[in-house]
């Protein structure tokens, strides 16, 4: 390789959905796109916790595809870092990212000190939050705005411009030129027929493209809203039915105002009871304020505030939110989407046992998260240390998704073609990645796809396939998919109940012994081994 090659470097979203984040480097010159956090497992988010692999201050800019967390979460660390290049992204971009930042800063500092305070941590070190919310702010700061297909130069060396990917307000795919080379990176691309959003476009014609695979081994139903809106509303009819509350964890960003968009809809025609609808998500409160300032740029909104309806309820303190717990009926949204932190955990504390309430899951789950775990059908499940047993109905509603299907993949990785060096596919899990890979190589056995493991590099030239130059990280495939917090919280789990169920309390003593004797054996192991090596 070169001095004046262009490598390309996978730090995260490999063989995972979150975590993107890319380097892109021509000798001493480098770039990140995307710096996303990794969510998931509590195994996989350590990674958030480990040193970046490169050094911050030696980042020239960062191009920004969508303000998600995993896209965006690790920003404010780069900046506390020693980064101070610009962050280069749409404007809608930038403005959803002044509040996504600053409320995933507030988690880190109020999770740090809810896990210190927590009984089975005593005289243990403290934890650290990753980052504060002063920290996301100054990260924040370093955005530079720019339209959509106009140049820009990042970097000595580097001109790129931004393309609709399609995904949520602002998402943009990324297009690259550096050292004579041709670079497409997708973002997240969103579906055909999305609220609020245009199809993804793109030119065509690269050495080199990166797809995101979330969906790659998936093929849905091709609906319409109208047609989406009748299944909503055959579960808000349902549920209504039930004469519980029908819980829907909802990612802040797109997601929520979808929903509300469609249920406002629906009001308004009568299609369903007129039911409350409270949005329990501080963050999705100010999103929603800044899809306002763009409405009328907005596909479906008819020009009109969609948001404000008179059953709509915005809660913003706790106390608001506290005073949900006796209420009956109605409609909750609140985030986090995939059950992983904020106030939705809290409301399926108090509704996850009712047997006439309902938990309607409208966005993917990933694998060891907790809504992958309900979703998956589990019959109890451990929500902030506490074991809840799950006696709601649990549903299921695919076409709210905000990424493309595997056929939609395949026909815009058509769209680019000619590739004429190596595609490689990202963001996905291992099943999806693979199935998207053999559609690809059907169609096309010449095309050279790569399917990137973290921590590898590659070099980039025009006209011929990527070559690998470094190895991916050894210590990342064990974190990957469901770990063992997982494992220990489907066996803790109603763990009580099972020893009831031995009848005999000789028997039911000996197999807690029995447990107690492997955990110690393992111990007993380790020990012997450092003994070992002392000697």
Same mark, same amino acid.
């Given at each position: 390789?070169?001095?004046?090659?262009?490598?390309?470097?996978?730090?995260?979203?490999a063989?995972?959905?979150?975590g993107?984040c890319?380097q892109?480097a021509?000798g001493?010159?480098?770039?990140?796109?995307?710096?996303g956090?990794?969510?998931?497992?509590?195994?996989?988010?350590?990674?958030?916790?480990?040193?970046?692999?490169?050094?911050?201050?030696?980042?020239s800019?960062?191009i920004?595809?969508?303000?998600?967390?995993?896209?965006?979460?690790m920003?404010p660390?780069?900046?506390?870092r020693g980064?101070?290049?610009?962050?280069?992204?749409?404007?809608?971009?930038?403005?959803?990212?002044?509040?996504?930042?600053?409320?995933?800063?507030r988690?880190?500092?109020?999770?740090?000190k809810?896990?210190n305070r927590?009984?089975?941590?005593?005289?243990?070190?403290p934890?650290?939050?990753?980052?504060?919310?002063?920290?996301a702010?100054?990260?924040w700061?370093?955005?530079?705005?720019?339209?959509?297909e106009e140049?820009?130069?990042?970097?000595p060396?580097?001109?790129?411009?931004?393309?609709?990917?399609?995904?949520?307000l602002?998402?943009?795919?990324?297009?690259?030129?550096?050292?004579?080379t041709?670079?497409?990176?997708?973002?997240?691309l969103?579906?055909?027929?999305?609220?609020?959003?245009?199809d993804?476009?793109?030119?065509?014609?690269f050495?080199?493209?990166?797809?995101?695979?979330?969906?790659?081994?998936?093929?849905r139903?091709?609906?319409s809203i109208?047609?989406?809106r009748?299944?909503?509303?055959a579960e808000?009819?349902?549920a209504a039915?039930?004469?519980?509350?029908?819980?829907?964890?909802?990612?802040?960003?797109?997601?929520?105002q979808?929903?509300?968009?469609?249920?406002?809809?629906?009001?308004?025609?009568?299609?369903?009871?007129?039911?409350?609808v409270f949005?329990d998500?501080?963050?999705?409160n100010r999103?929603?304020g800044?899809?306002?300032?763009?409405?009328?740029?907005?596909?479906?909104?008819?020009n009109?505030?969609?948001f404000?309806?008179?059953s709509f309820?915005?809660?913003?303190?706790?106390?608001?939110?506290i005073?949900?717990?006796?209420?009956?009926?109605a409609?909750?949204?609140a985030?986090s989407?995939?059950?992983?932190?904020?106030?939705?955990r809290?409301?399926?504390?108090?509704?996850?046992?009712?047997?006439q309430?309902?938990?309607?899951?409208?966005?993917?789950q990933?694998?060891?998260?907790?809504?992958?775990?309900?979703?998956?059908?589990?019959?109890?499940?451990?929500?902030?240390?506490?074991?809840?047993?799950?006696?709601?109905q649990?549903r =299921?509603i695919?076409?709210?998704?905000?990424?493309?299907?595997?056929?939609?993949? @395949?026909?815009? %990785? /058509? *769209? +680019?073609?000619?590739?004429t060096g190596?595609?490689?596919?990202?963001?996905?899990?291992?099943?999806?990645l693979?199935?998207? =890979?053999?559609?690809?190589?059907?169609?096309?056995?010449?095309?050279?796809v790569r @399917?990137?493991? %973290? /921590? *590898? +590099?590659?070099?980039?030239?025009?006209?011929?396939?990527?070559?690998?130059?470094?190895?991916?990280?050894?210590?990342?495939?064990?974190?990957?998919?469901?770990?063992?917090?997982?494992?220990?919280?489907?066996?803790?789990?109603?763990l009580r109940? +099972?020893l009831?169920q031995?009848?005999?309390?000789?028997?039911?003593?000996?197999a807690?012994?029995?447990m107690?004797?492997?955990?110690?054996?393992?111990?007993?192991?380790?020990?012997?081994k450092?003994?070992?090596?002392v000697?």
């Amino acid at each position: 390789m070169t001095e004046r090659s262009l490598s390309l470097t996978f730090h995260g979203a490999a063989h995972t959905v979150t975590g993107s984040c890319m380097q892109f480097a021509i000798g001493e010159t480098s770039i990140l796109v995307d710096c996303g956090m990794f969510q998931g497992s509590r195994s996989l988010e350590m990674l958030n916790l480990d040193n970046f692999e490169f050094d911050a201050r030696g980042i020239s800019a960062v191009i920004l595809t969508h303000a998600h967390i995993d896209h965006s979460g690790m920003l404010p660390k780069l900046v506390a870092r020693g980064f101070k290049g610009d962050i280069w992204c749409t404007h809608p971009t930038s403005d959803l990212l002044e509040h996504m930042l600053a409320d995933a800063g507030r988690i880190q500092e109020y999770d740090t000190k809810r896990r210190n305070r927590r009984r089975d941590r005593a005289g243990e070190e403290p934890f650290e939050p990753i980052y504060t919310e002063q920290d996301a702010l100054a990260a924040w700061r370093l955005c530079k705005p720019v339209a959509l297909e106009e140049w820009f130069e990042p970097a000595p060396g580097f001109r790129a411009r931004l393309w609709n990917a399609g995904h949520i307000l602002g998402s943009a795919s990324v297009e690259l030129e550096a050292a004579g080379t041709k670079v497409l990176c997708s973002g997240d691309l969103g579906p055909d027929n999305k609220a609020f959003q245009l199809d993804p476009t793109g030119p065509s014609g690269f050495d080199h493209v990166v797809c995101e695979a979330t969906y790659g081994s998936r093929l849905r139903e091709k609906v319409s809203i109208e047609e989406r809106r009748k299944y909503l509303e055959a579960e808000v009819r349902a549920a209504a039915a039930r004469g519980g509350n029908l819980i829907i964890p909802a990612f802040a960003l797109e997601r929520t105002q979808e929903l509300l968009l469609d249920l406002a809809a629906m009001l308004q025609s009568g299609s369903i009871p007129n039911v409350q609808v409270f949005v329990d998500s501080p963050l999705a409160n100010r999103v929603t304020g800044v899809f306002e300032r763009y409405a009328t740029g907005l596909e479906d909104t008819g020009n009109a505030n969609i948001f404000d309806h008179p059953s709509f309820h915005f809660t913003t303190d706790v106390k608001e939110s506290i005073r949900l717990n006796s209420v009956s009926g109605a409609i909750i949204l609140a985030a986090s989407g995939m059950c992983e932190g904020g106030r939705i955990r809290h409301h399926l504390i108090h509704n996850l046992h009712r047997r006439q309430a309902t938990v309607l899951f409208v966005g993917f789950q990933a694998q060891g998260s907790l809504g992958r775990v309900i979703l998956e059908g589990a019959s109890n499940v451990r929500i902030s240390g506490q074991e809840v047993r799950v006696r709601a109905q649990i549903r =299921r509603i695919d076409y709210y998704s905000a990424h493309a299907d595997q056929g939609e993949l @395949l026909d815009w %990785i /058509g *769209e +680019r073609s000619p590739i004429t060096g190596s595609l490689f596919l990202d963001h996905g899990e291992p099943d999806a990645l693979e199935q998207l =890979r053999k559609e690809l190589q059907r169609s096309d056995p010449e095309l050279s796809v790569r @399917l990137p493991q %973290i /921590g *590898e +590099r590659y070099a980039l030239h025009p006209k011929k396939p990527a070559k690998r130059v470094r190895t991916g990280r050894t210590d990342v495939p064990q974190t990957l998919g469901l770990d063992w917090q997982n494992s220990y919280a489907e066996f803790t789990t109603g763990l009580r109940s +099972r020893l009831r169920q031995i009848r005999d309390e000789t028997k039911r003593k000996e197999a807690v012994q029995k447990m107690q004797e492997v955990l110690e054996s393992y111990y007993d192991y380790k020990q012997g081994k450092q003994k070992r090596k002392v000697h």
